[in-house]
């Protein structure tokens, strides 16, 4: 076995959207596993748009990546060497093991998966943090009802294309907003969404969502903010409710952009707005997993992985991602299973 | 009895703050009352600040007044004659009987009050809408827990300032914004609110919060929205709530103002921001009012009307409390009871 681990570390903190020259790629020794621990290969590492405010000091709910050192990320992998009662060399297993190829962990916060109830990349996708995501955040956030309008922005994206899905399941009509004609193709024809408009070509948004939901909106899950948004809260109903899961057209600003006020909206249409993370629900997981991946076997939710190979295109994958041009979830594959 | 029905209309729509110009004082034959009608006439009519929303056209919950339709106004009033048979000549009755010395109604949505069992003008301040108001928008939406911060802008209003001391009853420490000087000495010195400050003199906001909120901010209570509003985003804690009663900064604005984008603070503080209309919690106004009552009783809240004589000086009342003049409840006296 190698004695080296590679990793990709934080080089410096992008101002805008970041760069390659943003990351780094080191040598480590291989670290030294000790008792209660064990070692993971990293299969699949999840890239995500949260990260870019890991790359900043900017306050946020969570401590940014220190200059120097490693990215962190969900992964799956496969347990190397063990001397951690409950895990044994050959089990898969998801955790926050970063941007490297090995990892030590004590076992906290660990899953052990299953390689054989579901392929190994949908523990990142579908059935990981990303469904969960799109789960808690469309039923316990904004609790669609049968005929109800709900829109999704970044609805070809991993959180958004789930989104839609179950919106679907729960007898909504389902407009998708998003950056690509093919992303509105695949929107419409593979997932079923009842409309879609592609925000780079639409440039009436407010006309267009006008045109798109004509009773208006009830329910919007937003994981882009910016124009998009305060498009959408236009055409809010009475009672709407929004789930801000992202404002990734916010993440790149070298300095925050002013918009229209929103709140004024709020009041009108006695409408909320509640932005949330994953881990708040993280005692429900299991409920959300057995249900996602019922949905599924099924065949009522279809899920779609985009995977570019290795971990020194991690970099490339997460910008790639960035830039909107990925459709479902976009990983990296960094060894084989 | 008098023949002639004085009422205020509006003259002209506002283009920025209201003037005494767009109203208009008029005489109108006293209305005939038919089978199931029976006329009021209006004793104290209460001025408020969603009252500016119905003087414009843009869109909103409610429809516009017509130029030269009569102010529509809760108000409280005493039945002169009827030929409907819940109400007899000499009742007390709450409704919406509008800018006006005298009102038909059919009595639906009003409501027959007690003279004895509060002081009449309570019923449009503590114990009416207002009340209800600070009652639903402080405890339904933002469910505060002892020990919790709570702020409150617009916090000597009549909303405001129920609001303030809603929450010390639950165990808050309790934190006002209002106008003046003279407002922070009745918040801090007669309501026992924790602490407060005076937007117009203090400059840095920000600060000021901190400095009064050290262990940040986990309610805000918000009647104003803009700068001040921005300022109290930047110190929510994980998991705030945030009650949107009014946005009184905005009414006025002649276009629109930009601002800062909230929704970013929203996610990253996994908090929610809610706007509401009172009337949404009709169902649970006896249960609610009930309560203020006994906290009114028991002198856990103490209210406080300002008055203004005379129908023709009803726009003098709205625009000195539009422009922040009064505490506590704003009313006008329109005859005697």
Redesign the interface.
């Known amino acids: 076995m190698t004695t080296v681990n590679r990793q990709i570390t934080l080089a410096a903190r992008p101002v805008g959207f970041p760069k390659a020259s943003d990351f780094a790629l080191v040598e480590t020794p291989m670290p030294t596993q000790e008792a209660g621990q064990f070692l993971v290969r990293v299969v699949y590492l999840s890239v995500d748009p949260y990260m870019r405010g890991r790359m900043s000091d900017a306050?946020?709910?969570a401590a940014p990546v220190a200059i120097g050192g490693v990215m962190g990320g969900g992964t799956v992998g496969r347990v190397v060497s063990s001397q951690h009662a409950d895990f044994q060399p050959g089990d898969f297993v998801e955790g926050m093991f970063g941007w490297q190829e090995y990892a030590l962990s004590d076992g906290k916060m660990v899953r052990k998966v299953d390689p054989l109830a579901a392929p190994l990349e949908t523990n990142l996708s579908v059935l990981g943090l990303t469904g969960l995501t799109a789960y808690f955040g469309l039923l316990d956030i904004c609790d669609p009802k049968p005929d109800e309008t709900v829109v999704v922005s970044g609805a070809a994206g991993a959180v958004g294309s789930i989104v839609g899905q179950i919106a679907k399941i729960k007898g909504c009509r389902v407009v998708g907003i998003a950056g690509s004609d093919m992303k509105v193709d695949y929107l419409t024809n593979e997932l079923n969404f009842d409309a879609a408009f592609n925000y780079k070509t639409v440039t009436q948004y407010e006309d267009e969502l006008k045109k798109l939901c004509p009773k208006g909106i009830d329910v919007y899950f937003?994981n882009v903010?910016?124009a998009i948004?305060d498009a959408v809260f236009r055409r809010i109903n009475?009672?709407a409710r929004v789930s801000?899961?992202?404002?990734i057209s916010?993440y790149n600003l070298a300095k925050?952009?002013?918009?229209?006020?929103?709140?004024?909206?709020?009041?009108?249409?006695?409408?909320?707005?509640?932005?949330?993370?994953v881990f708040?629900f993280a005692a429900r997981y299991d409920e959300a997993r057995a249900q996602l991946a019922e949905w599924v076997r099924s065949g009522k939710i279809k899920h779609r992985e985009e995977f570019i190979n290795g971990l020194p295109n991690a970099p490339r994958a997460f910008l790639h991602m960035l830039a909107g041009g990925n459709l479902g979830k976009q990983l990296v594959k960094i060894s084989e299973p």
């Open positions: 306050p946020s709910y937003d903010g910016g948004t009475p009672m801000i899961c992202g404002q916010q925050p952009e002013a918009g229209p006020r929103l709140l004024s909206i709020l009041l009108m249409r006695q409408a909320k707005a509640h932005g949330f993370l708040q």
